[in-house]
């Protein structure tokens, strides 16, 4: 009889191991969003982590009018030392912790910048989209991403006139 009572002891523990790691693997779980901040003459393009475990960054694609890139100054054709940008090829990984993120792209135009040269920032950048994929610390893999059209909201075409 004792020895029934320690097999049913024993899977009873494995049992409540298991439950423990299913808890832990969705208590922990990152939440993934591609933030774009647009004010006070800064545009950017962030990666924040909502969640409650880290986010680990295996891969960035950029893409624009169906082609891919590993990197926005590809995808821009704005001097590439005049703004804040990563390159996050294959061999890099980052890490963005619980209710933090990381900055992908960021571009402060100054006081008393025109506003014509930044709807031209703008407008480079709706034609882009960002798929991020990554995955958390029990390596299930997460993938999300979102278009930039978000950036052309007030810019004003001007009218063909005919």
Known sequence: ?????????????????????????????????????????????????????????DRLTFSKHGTTYSSIEECIDIDPKSYMHISAGNLVRRVILPNTYLAVFEKNFGEHADESIIDHVRKQLSYI?????????YDNKITFE?????????????PIKG
Do not use: C
């Open 146 to 158: 979102r278009d930039f059209r978000w950036f052309s909201r007030y810019i004003l075409e001007t």
């Open 129 to 137: 989209t960002l798929k991020v994929e990554g995955r958390d610390i």
């Open 1 to 57: 009889m004792s020895i029934i009572i320690s097999m049913l002891a024993l899977l009873a523990t494995f049992y409540q191991l298991r439950l423990q790691r299913v808890h832990n693997e969705k208590s922990l779980k990152p939440l993934g969003q591609i933030d774009l901040p647009d004010h006070k003459k800064k545009l950017g393009i962030q990666i924040r982590n909502n969640g409650l475990g880290p986010l680990i960054i």
